[in-house]
């Protein structure tokens, strides 16, 4: 803004302050409304409005309506939900949302509803509730129904005892749901469902959810009618409500959303019926059975210029119109992908939420769709597929899935063949994300990967992810010397290969992975999870062992000493350790060998100089072929180090228990 322009907007609000402060009074309704609205486009611009007030509360009891919208406005954008003003405007609204049956009145009400519906407020709440209850009663406009449905989910999170969950005050409410869901106007269903949802999110317990079970009856009717009833022909959905091939799809998402506030065996138990529906419902979904909609996959459409395959209608147009159109048949392919995507990834989550009781067919179909996803180009897309899939591994007893053709009672039965070979199936593909740039979609991988572990496939996934860190630590360490001699004058100052020349291959074009990208965080977690896998299903201590020696050598500033201290608990014997047995002379044996070799080379880091000087010192007496003098000479190599500074207590109790361990005649260490 150029300083004429503020010495303008500066010269206006001065004088209509003078005016409002002085003659107020004598103003017209127009005079009044004007100097509002040029506060009004003050205040867009920025500049603080405190006075004007009370003009605009005035002019909202106003009979002429352009008087009445200039002041509601005014209220809405210039006071917020604890002005002391508003006590004032109360009975202006509750007077102008009276009579929202007559048609001539629904441009008041709606602005009355607009202004409730922005401002909200406990003084709103605890006055205006009631009569805006009234306006979702039959007789009245769907306009308004919306309007107020609005206002009522926007009262109701300000209050929450507005809506309680009382026998008497629920049967109303699940009433008045009954009759909003069974409105044609998709509008209204919107914005019925969002109140429901508000509401459904305050019921922390099942048996305020079994209250609200009187609504299930017309959300699956919706969402039957929507799926699996022809475009055009169906009483709720109607061509105009189609979005890039997909009938209503924020109804919906928001239909699949409600679903999945009420456990599943709430539905298996008190609604078989509707639960037998939901899965022929998600089965349309999932599949693309939709009376022939495609709802997945990029399908050439005549209607988007450029969409069919080898579209040679465009090769008569300019270049720049070319790529317009080029640019405008992208956006609509994204359009289309992202609506499809939001029901699809909707009805997976309710696959998740119903666990076993749905059908093994509906699971399939969502694991061969996230694995779509998680193959997907677009990074948002790949890392939603992989934390869903990660949830839907982890949400149901994969050797149980409900059939109901064969459990006539609604609870779980036995579904031969398992899904796990399906989730396994996608292991390569979910390792090869562990080598993306984006940090939250290795995450994301990882935590896949510790989801979908088990007896067969834990092997492969541990020797995987210990490779995968020892190529990350290497790639680590080579960019890390590269800046060092960058920043030390070895590299020309114009080189933009230093320490970015490696890439980890994964048999997929990928960008390579910088050693910034691979934080300490993340190869902490790594290693945590390995070590977590390892123990839990290692056949023998021995293999944990192995594990945790590994990644000691490979990453060992990313391994915490609660993963060594349980080495040495496993080792010893203690009761807590799980997996393959702890303890035992031959384990020992193992370790204080393991420990020996290890310290026996030029380098090693501090942690494994603490865990080879205790693994050493407690149980080097089992290893009978390695002398006392070479176990205190493999540690006492590290001792002067500096580095192993903090090592060096554990290294003097290792020096201790060695030459008491093994008292021989003759045996002389010189220190």
Same mark, same amino acid.
């Given at each position: 803004?150029?300083?004429?322009?503020?010495?303008?907007?500066?010269?206006?609000?001065? +004088?209509?302050?003078?005016?409002?402060?002085?003659?107020?009074?004598?103003?017209?309704?127009?005079?009044?409304?004007?100097?509002?609205?040029?506060?009004?486009?003050?205040?867009?611009?920025?500049?603080?409005?405190?006075?004007?007030?009370?003009?605009?509360?005035?002019?909202?009891?106003?009979?002429?309506?352009?008087?009445?919208?200039?002041?509601?406005?005014?209220?809405?954008?210039?006071?917020?939900? #604890?002005?002391?003003?508003?006590?004032?405007? =109360?009975?202006?609204?509750?007077?102008?949302?009276?009579?929202?049956?007559?048609?001539?009145?629904?441009?008041?009400?709606?602005?009355?509803?607009?202004?409730?519906?922005?401002?909200?407020?406990?003084?709103? *709440?605890?006055?205006? +509730?009631?009569?805006?209850?009234?306006?979702?009663?039959?007789?009245?406009?769907?306009?308004?129904?919306?309007? *107020?449905?609005?206002?009522?989910?926007?009262?109701?999170?300000?209050?929450?005892?507005?809506?309680?969950?009382?026998?008497?005050?629920?049967?109303?409410?699940?009433?008045?749901?009954?009759?909003?869901?069974?409105?044609?106007?998709?509008?209204?269903?919107?914005?019925?469902?969002?109140?429901?949802?508000?509401?459904? #999110?305050?019921?922390?317990?099942? #048996?305020?959810?079994?209250?609200?079970?009187?609504?299930?009856?017309?959300?699956?009717?919706?969402?039957?009618?929507?799926?699996?009833?022809?475009?055009?022909?169906?009483?709720?959905?109607?061509?105009?409500?189609?979005?890039?091939?997909?009938?209503?799809?924020? @109804?919906?998402?928001?239909?699949?959303?409600?679903?999945? +506030?009420?456990?599943?065996?709430?539905?298996?138990?008190?609604?078989?019926?509707?639960?037998?529906?939901?899965?022929?419902?998600?089965?349309?979904?999932?599949?693309?059975?939709?009376?022939?909609?495609?709802?997945?996959?990029?399908?050439?459409?005549?209607?988007?210029?450029?969409?069919?395959?080898?579209?040679?209608?465009?090769?008569?147009?300019?270049?720049?119109?070319?790529?317009?159109?080029?640019?405008?048949?992208?956006?609509?392919?994204?359009?289309?992908?992202?609506?499809?995507?939001?029901?699809?990834?909707?009805?997976?989550? @309710?696959?998740?939420?119903?666990?076993?009781?749905?059908?093994?067919?509906?699971?399939?179909?969502?694991?061969?769709?996230?694995?779509?996803?998680?193959?997907?180009? %677009?990074?948002?897309?790949?890392?939603?597929?992989?934390?869903?899939?990660?949830?839907?591994?982890?949400?149901?007893?994969?050797?149980?899935?409900?059939?109901?053709?064969?459990?006539?009672?609604?609870?779980?039965?036995?579904?031969?063949?398992?899904?796990?070979?399906?989730?396994?199936?996608?292991?390569?593909?979910?390792?090869?994300?562990?080598?993306?740039?984006?940090?939250?979609?290795?995450?994301?991988?990882?935590?896949?990967?510790?989801?979908?572990?088990?007896?067969?496939?834990?092997? *492969?996934?541990?020797?995987?992810?210990?490779?995968?860190?020892?190529?990350?630590?290497?790639?680590?360490?080579?960019?890390?010397?590269?800046?060092?001699? =960058?920043?030390?004058?070895?590299?020309?100052?114009?080189?933009?290969?230093?320490?970015?020349?490696?890439?980890?291959?994964?048999?997929?074009?990928?960008?390579?992975?910088?050693?910034?990208?691979?934080?300490?965080?993340?190869? #902490?977690?790594?290693?945590?999870?390995?070590?977590?896998?390892?123990?839990?299903?290692?056949?023998?201590?021995?293999?944990?062992?192995?594990?945790?020696?590994?990644?000691?050598?490979?990453?060992?500033? *990313?391994?915490?000493?609660?993963?060594?201290?349980?080495?040495?608990?496993?080792?010893?014997?203690?009761?807590?350790?799980?997996?393959?047995?702890?303890?035992?002379?031959?384990?020992?044996?193992?370790?204080?060998?393991?420990?020996?070799?290890?310290?026996?080379?030029?380098?090693?880091?501090?942690?494994?100089?603490?865990?080879?000087?205790?693994?050493?010192?407690?149980?080097?007496?089992?290893?009978?072929?390695?002398?006392?003098?070479?176990?205190?000479?493999?540690?006492?190599?590290?001792?002067?180090?500096?580095?192993? %500074?903090?090592?060096?207590?554990?290294?003097?109790?290792? +020096?201790?228990?060695?030459?008491?361990?093994?008292?021989?005649?003759?045996?002389?260490?010189?220190?």
């Amino acid at each position: 803004m150029t300083q004429r322009s503020w010495y303008r907007v500066v010269d206006v609000i001065f +004088f209509t302050s003078f005016l409002f402060a002085s003659g107020a009074k004598s103003l017209s309704g127009y005079d009044r409304r004007k100097y509002v609205w040029k506060l009004l486009y003050c205040f867009m611009l920025g500049y603080t409005i405190d006075f004007g007030h009370i003009q605009a509360v005035n002019l909202c009891s106003c009979a002429k309506y352009s008087e009445k919208a200039a002041g509601y406005l005014a209220c809405s954008l210039l006071l917020h939900e #604890e002005h002391d003003i508003l006590r004032l405007i =109360v009975n202006v609204l509750r007077t102008d949302i009276a009579n929202p049956t007559i048609p001539a009145n629904e441009p008041v009400v709606a602005l009355a509803l607009n202004t409730i519906g922005n401002i909200g407020g406990i003084e709103f *709440a605890e006055n205006l +509730f009631g009569d805006i209850c009234r306006l979702i009663a039959p007789g009245v406009s769907p306009y308004i129904k919306r309007k *107020a449905l609005i206002c009522i989910l926007r009262l109701y999170r300000k209050d929450t005892e507005l809506i309680t969950v009382e026998v008497p005050d629920n049967l109303l409410w699940v009433q008045r749901f009954q009759m909003i869901l069974r409105e044609n106007d998709v509008g209204v269903l919107l914005s019925g469902l969002g109140l429901l949802l508000g509401i459904l #999110e305050d019921c922390v317990s099942a #048996e305020r959810l079994k209250l609200w079970g009187g609504v299930l009856d017309d959300v699956v009717h919706i969402l039957r009618n929507i799926v699996l009833a022809d475009v055009g022909n169906g009483p709720i959905v109607k061509r105009e409500h189609t979005y890039y091939t997909v009938k209503a799809p924020w @109804l919906q998402v928001k239909l699949l959303r409600v679903l999945q +506030f009420f456990p599943p065996r709430l539905l298996a138990e008190s609604y078989p019926n509707h639960l037998r529906f939901v899965n022929e419902c998600l089965f349309s979904v999932l599949t693309g059975n939709s009376k022939g909609v495609e709802r997945y996959g990029v399908q050439p459409d005549p209607a988007v210029p450029g969409s069919a395959v080898g579209g040679t209608h465009l090769g008569t147009a300019s270049s720049s119109a070319s790529k317009r159109g080029g640019r405008k048949a992208d956006a609509e392919r994204i359009n289309m992908l992202n609506t499809q995507n939001s029901v699809l990834f909707e009805a997976i989550n @309710l696959v998740i939420h119903l666990e076993n009781f749905c059908t093994g067919e509906n699971q399939e179909n969502s694991i061969k769709l996230l694995g779509s996803f998680i193959s997907a180009k %677009e990074a948002n897309i790949r890392y939603l597929g992989l934390e869903t899939m990660s949830r839907l591994a982890l949400s149901y007893n994969r050797e149980l899935t409900y059939d109901p053709a064969s459990s006539s009672d609604g609870g779980p039965s036995a579904l031969p063949p398992a899904l796990d070979e399906r989730i396994n199936s996608y292991t390569f593909l979910i390792l090869s994300q562990m080598h993306e740039a984006d940090i939250s979609i290795r995450r994301q991988a990882l935590k896949l990967l510790y989801s979908i572990c088990s007896a067969k496939n834990w092997q *492969a996934i541990v020797h995987d992810l210990l490779q995968i860190l020892s190529q990350v630590s290497a790639h680590g360490r080579a960019a890390a010397a590269a800046a060092a001699a =960058v920043s030390g004058g070895g590299a020309s100052a114009g080189s933009d290969t230093a320490g970015g020349g490696g890439s980890l291959e994964t048999g997929e074009a990928r960008r390579p992975v910088s050693a910034a990208d691979w934080t300490a965080s993340f190869q #902490e977690e790594l290693v945590l999870r390995i070590a977590i896998i390892a123990e839990k299903n290692a056949p023998d201590g021995s293999w944990y062992l192995d594990a945790v020696f590994r990644m000691i050598e490979s990453a060992p500033g *990313a391994v915490d000493e609660g993963v060594w201290h349980r080495v040495v608990q496993v080792v010893t014997g203690d009761s807590s350790s799980s997996g393959g047995g702890g303890g035992g002379e031959e384990l020992q044996r193992y370790a204080a060998t393991k420990a020996y070799a290890a310290l026996s080379e030029g380098y090693c880091h501090g942690t494994m100089v603490k865990l080879g000087s205790y693994l050493l010192g407690e149980f080097g007496h089992e290893c009978q072929d390695i002398s006392v003098q070479k176990q205190f000479s493999a540690i006492h190599r590290h001792y002067v180090r500096q580095e192993c %500074e903090a090592c060096r207590p554990g290294m003097l109790l290792a +020096f201790a228990k060695i030459l008491n361990g093994k008292q021989k005649k003759g045996v002389v260490v010189v220190m």
